[in-house]
């Protein structure tokens, strides 16, 4: 791709994927691979000193938002949630006895969605208490729990301090009544605030909550307000993602086929990047410190987030729940990703697994650079310690196409640094270290 229509493309797209969850790309992992790679990662015994974490994907929510692109249900009765939760243990039983996971203590635990908050605090507590007998949990460093604020009742936040989560993920994204429902969610501001106020009298360690720039129908004014109203909150941690429309939104194939089903205008990306600059403007102005392209915090030195950066190093994770990912004895695994397929595996005794890869040892190195890049800064030493791999001549080309653009402050043997501008679009510039072969072709 020439620089003229990279910087096309940055500016204009709305519609495909942008954002670089993981190495290499979704697309190019197999159904093969489950047999001659996970199998054989998931009956081997884990690496000396391996970090291990679950991820929980609970796939339900209220309403599906405009531009959510994940595996959610919306319409299933009480009958199929329980038994959605029963297999999700019965998963967690079959993990247990694998060699690669049998006896591990559990670092980080993730319950994510979906909407873990819609379920009752009686499923909850249940849910837990068959998991945690199972492969206990309540040592680990980090327990995070997603939330819509229209489901937080002050009894199921009570609830879920007790199961010992200690951080608790706001799905705010706007605070605007008119936005949100612009944009399909559930919730609406008095929810917000209510759930917000709650929880922080409870006493969770951290409280992060999550925006999106460039909502549907979002304005300067209203993402003013936005910064404003999450200043006053003053949460420990603030994510803020750029709106980004993968071609399964409801937003997107209203795009592609011309519907006009959506009349409300959509930020191009230089304005969404421009408002996350503001946004971690202000936010630095009160004394937050910005630690990656999505996140601002205010205390860094209580104010971790394990999951992503474990994640981004390599750790081991188990990941229950339909089409869920994991990473177990360095492969990568996703689940089935239908409801039936997904349940009857588990039913039959069968890790429930879709598609696999085993990366070699460059697609790993390259896969930990780009992760970690998105905290706007790596340093060169961990990747010659750990890879034996010298990344300022490994990647000269590109790290000089960056530096030429702007987007690198710093570029020695003790850092490699993102420019604020670079971090901005980080997403974007990650490709340039891709292998040949994962450039060009579909990302999912
Ligand atoms: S709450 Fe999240 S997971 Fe649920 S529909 Fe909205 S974006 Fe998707």
Not at 86 to 112: K, T
Not at 162 to 190: C, W, Y
Not at 294 to 306: E, G, I, L, Q
Request: proline content about 5%; hydrophobic content about 35%; some cysteine.
């Amino acid at each position: 791709m020439s620089e003229t229509s990279r910087l096309t493309f940055e500016e204009q797209a709305e519609v495909g994927s942008y954002f670089v969850a993981n190495y290499p790309p979704f697309s190019v992992w197999t159904k093969d691979d489950v047999e001659l790679a996970a199998k054989p990662a998931l009956h081997s015994p884990p690496s000396p000193g391996a970090a291990l974490g679950m991820y929980l994907h609970i796939p339900f929510c209220r309403k599906r938002c405009h531009f959510c692109y994940f595996r959610v249900y919306t319409d299933k009765n009480a009958q199929e949630v329980e038994d959605y939760l029963d297999i999700l243990a019965r998963e967690s039983e079959l993990y247990a006895h694998l060699p690669a996971i049998q006896g591990r203590a559990l670092s980080f635990v993730y319950f994510g969605g979906g909407t873990p908050s819609f379920l009752s605090t009686r499923q909850l507590e249940t849910l837990v208490s068959r998991l945690s007998s199972v492969i206990p949990w309540r040592d680990a460093e980090e327990i995070t729990f997603e939330c819509e604020p229209g489901t937080l009742s002050e009894a199921k936040l009570a609830a879920i301090r007790k199961m010992g989560v200690t951080r608790l993920s706001l799905g705010i994204e706007n605070f605007n009544d008119q936005i949100l429902e612009a944009n399909g969610r559930a919730h609406r501001s008095p929810e917000i605030f209510k759930a917000y106020d709650y929880s922080r009298s409870i006493g969770f360690p951290q409280i992060n909550i999550d925006l999106i720039a460039g909502m549907l129908g979002e304005t300067e004014s209203n993402w003013q307000d936005c910064i404003d109203a999450t200043l006053k909150l003053a949460p420990d941690s603030v994510t803020i993602y750029q709106m980004e429309l993968p071609y399964n939104t409801t937003i997107s194939a209203d795009i592609l086929k011309k519907t006009g089903q959506f009349s409300d205008p959509l930020a191009g990306w230089s304005t969404k990047r421009r408002w996350v600059k503001e946004a971690f403007q202000a936010l630095e102005a009160a004394g937050y410190h910005v630690g990656s392209a999505y996140t601002a915090v205010k205390d860094p030195s209580r104010t971790s987030f394990m999951y992503r950066d474990q994640l981004w190093q390599g750790a081991d994770m188990i990941g229950l729940g339909v089409a869920s990912f994991g990473h177990i004895n360095g492969v990568h695994i996703q689940n089935l990703d239908k409801w039936e397929t997904y349940s009857d595996a588990i039913r039959r005794g069968e890790i429930p697994l879709n598609r696999a890869y085993r990366p070699t040892d460059e697609e790993r190195m390259i896969r930990e650079f780009v992760l970690q890049l998105k905290r706007g800064s790596i340093r060169p030493a961990y990747f010659e310690n750990k890879y034996g791999v010298r990344v300022l001549e490994r990647f000269r080309n590109e790290l000089d196409s960056l530096k030429a653009e702007g987007y690198l402050s710093a570029c020695s043997a003790d850092a490699i640094t993102l420019s604020r501008e670079g971090l901005l679009r980080v997403d974007f510039l990650l490709r340039r270290f891709f292998l040949p072969q994962h450039t060009g072709i579909r990302y999912t």
